[in-house]
């Protein structure tokens, strides 16, 4: 379960990296270009990763017997509200005819896309420090 959080914050943070070059070329549409086909891969790949990422965290939380899991708890309802809300943002950009550079430059410093991305790398650093305290009890130490 927590690779599979870790593989869906990969996903996300792939697309952002990818939707700042995406942004730098200038481009008035999706149409005709190799970046402009995989721009609309990128954010469906996002809506899959964003798509219930919270309960996905929570369900972790609750196998891996995190504590305080009340604080888990409380942060994943805040991860909630950023995750839907930059769904809301990548699949209002998908619904358009045509993605122009501009489009995803504005979807870039949305603050609802960059509150999830804070979100995700703080996420990325409780994993990290949890896999560290869970190593020495793991080999025997």
């Known amino acids: 379960m927590l690779a599979d959080i870790s593989e869906r914050c990969n996903t996300i943070e792939e697309c952002y990296e990818f939707m700042l070059a995406y942004a730098a070329q200038g481009l008035p549409s999706d149409e005709g270009s190799h970046s402009g086909a995989q721009i609309r891969e990128y954010l469906g790949r996002t809506v899959k990763a964003i798509s219930g990422l919270s309960d996905t965290c929570q369900a972790a939380v609750k196998r891996e017997r995190l504590e305080p899991a009340d604080k888990y708890r409380a942060f994943f309802a805040a ?49 990290k420090i949890q896999r560290t305290r869970a190593k020495p009890m793991a080999t025997g130490g």
């Open 79 to 127: 991860l909630d509200r950023d995750a839907r809300d930059a769904l809301a943002a990548v699949e209002l950009v998908l619904a358009q005819p045509a993605i122009s550079s501009q489009l995803i430059d504005n979807l870039n410093a949305s603050m609802h896309l960059r509150a999830l991305l804070t979100d995700l790398f703080l996420l990325g650093e409780v994993a």
